[in-house]
């Protein structure tokens, strides 16, 4: 294997089945107590290790997962005068934006990227209101199907995350109620772009990849990168730094990053889950040993995300 260190260097090994697992989430739909808790047990292998793994069988309507694609797309391709008429407000409110980042070296780059964040209706957050674009009477209600089916999701995640944990399916449920939560769409434009090495402020990432691959994880076993290979009707679903912190370093928030080459477009659609703004975050009862200290003390989705936002430059 490559082993490649190098965090500049765009050359990634490819992934299989063993390096980020496949798991079907059919269980959390039925009644099958063994087929749940064996569900469980791959969802604790994968974020003890990496915290990175596809799902399937999730119920989402493939309809609605191209359709999404087809607005980010229609969006895009829209006039920089209709865009720029839903241009987001800074530093990271909803709408429209043209985006730069951190390169693969750790430096910053150019603005090309063009992004589209959208969120439920509700005042949580600092985000501001959804900005829609005029032109387009359909994207927004594609748009808040989606935003609405991976909520659903997410939160049968996190009941998949309760039974990993040795904890009641439905210990979460109110860390799910009116939670931060984001949609952004992201175009990588033909000539080629980059976002450098970094790790999710919240507690899940559901991401929606098209076939132009890019995503790039780092592995601890092999002490390389490895690509995330899109996989037709999957999410890619990753815990973040919240879980990590949560789970007292248990389950890892991992490294990743996205090298796309020239050639043509990227369209991706990562769905950022924090939680429930003031929800009580200390370490959990599964987590801890008797007598044993927890690595961090306690906080809250909106205190964590506000601290990791500053410690990266936001």
């Known amino acids: 294997m490559l082993k490649n260190r190098n965090a500049a260097d765009p050359r990634a090994d490819r992934v299989d089945r063993e390096t980020l697992p496949i798991i079907d989430l059919s269980p959390l739909f039925g009644d099958d107590r063994a087929a749940r808790q064996d569900m469980a047990r791959d969802i604790r292998d994968a ?163 098209d076939g132009a691959g890019g995503l790039q994880v780092f592995d601890r076993e092999t002490d390389g990168w490895i690509h995330a290979t899109p996989i037709s009707g999957s999410f890619v679903v990753n815990v973040g730094d919240l879980i990590e912190r949560w789970t007292n370093k248990l389950y890892r928030s991992t490294p990743h990053r996205v090298v796309h080459p020239p050639g043509v477009a990227r369209l991706s659609v990562p769905f950022f889950f924090t939680g429930a703004a003031d929800y009580p975050i200390a370490c959990l009862p599964t987590c801890v040993k008797d007598g044993e200290t927890p690595i961090y003390p306690p906080t809250t989705p909106r205190l964590h995300e506000s601290e990791r936002r500053r410690a990266q430059g936001f």
Request: include cysteine; glycine fraction near 10%.
């Open 47 to 209: 974020c003890v290790r990496s915290g990175f793994f596809y799902v399937v069988g999730h119920r989402v309507q493939a309809d609605l997962m191209s359709g999404i694609m087809d607005a980010g797309r229609a969006l895009f391709a829209l006039g920089a005068d209709e865009k720029q008429a839903i241009a987001s407000p800074p530093p990271f409110g909803r709408g429209y934006a043209m985006m730069g980042g951190r390169a693969l070296s750790g430096g910053a780059y150019k603005a090309v990227k063009e992004e589209f964040y959208a969120g439920r209706d509700y005042p949580v957050d600092e985000t501001g209101p959804n900005l829609w674009p005029a032109a387009l009477p359909e994207f927004r209600v594609t748009v808040e199907r989606y935003i609405e089916a991976m909520h659903e999701l997410a939160e049968r995640l996190m009941v998949g995350v309760a039974l990993s944990l040795d904890l009641p399916e439905y210990h979460f449920a109110a860390f799910c109620d009116q939670p931060l939560a984001l949609l952004r769409l992201v175009r990588y434009p033909e000539e080629g772009a980059e976002a450098g090495a970094h790790t999710d402020f919240g507690a899940l990432t559901l991401l929606l990849q």
